[in-house]
């Protein structure tokens, strides 16, 4: 879910609404079973957590790693089922910490930084992810067997 980074625009963001909004949609749709909202804004993550709150009906994440700059905190946000990581800032110890929490752990590739391989395909699912957001996903998946 998009929104804004920047502090002149979060004061001016209804991100209650936009969570209320995009959590109705997918329920409208019956999408559920085949969705998975992620954000870097972390008051988006928090609205949309407040939403699922009472009937957790599908899963979200917290994106991490925006415009590829390291964090100094990877435990899954409150209220997530899991984080969402740059495949550049992947490592065991983030895979088996956010598991050991009982979370999910997704990978995504940003391009402008690594291309998507056979080699990088081994490299993440040995760490032992439980989803990849990539360009290529079909491959990915049949590379991860």
Same mark, same amino acid.
């Given at each position: ?14 991100? @209650?609404?936009?969570?209320? %909004? ?14 998975m ?5 972390? @008051?988006?993550? %928090?609205?949309?957590? +407040? ?7 599908f899963?979200?994440? +917290?994106?991490?790693?925006?415009? @590829? ?8 946000? +409150? ?22 929490? !009982? ?7 940003? +391009?402008?930084?690594?291309? @998507? ?17 990539f360009? !290529? ?7 991860? !067997?």
């Amino acid at each position: 879910m998009k929104g804004p980074l920047s502090p002149q625009y979060i004061k001016l963001y209804n991100f @209650e609404q936009a969570a209320k %909004t995009v959590h109705k949609m997918v329920l409208d749709f019956n999408m559920q079973h085949q969705v998975m909202v992620s954000s870097f804004v972390p @008051e988006i993550v %928090t609205e949309m957590a +407040r939403c699922l709150e009472l009937k957790h009906e599908f899963m979200l994440c +917290r994106l991490l790693n925006n415009n @590829e700059v390291a964090e100094t905190d990877y435990t899954p946000q +409150r209220g997530t089922d899991g984080i969402n990581i740059s495949a550049t800032y992947l490592t065991k110890e983030i895979v088996d910490q956010t598991h050991a929490l !009982g979370k999910t752990v997704g990978v995504y590739l940003s +391009r402008a930084h690594s291309f @998507e391989t056979k080699v990088m395909y081994d490299q993440v699912f040995s760490l032992g992810v439980d989803f990849v957001y990539f360009d !290529g996903p079909m491959p990915a998946m049949e590379h991860r !067997g």
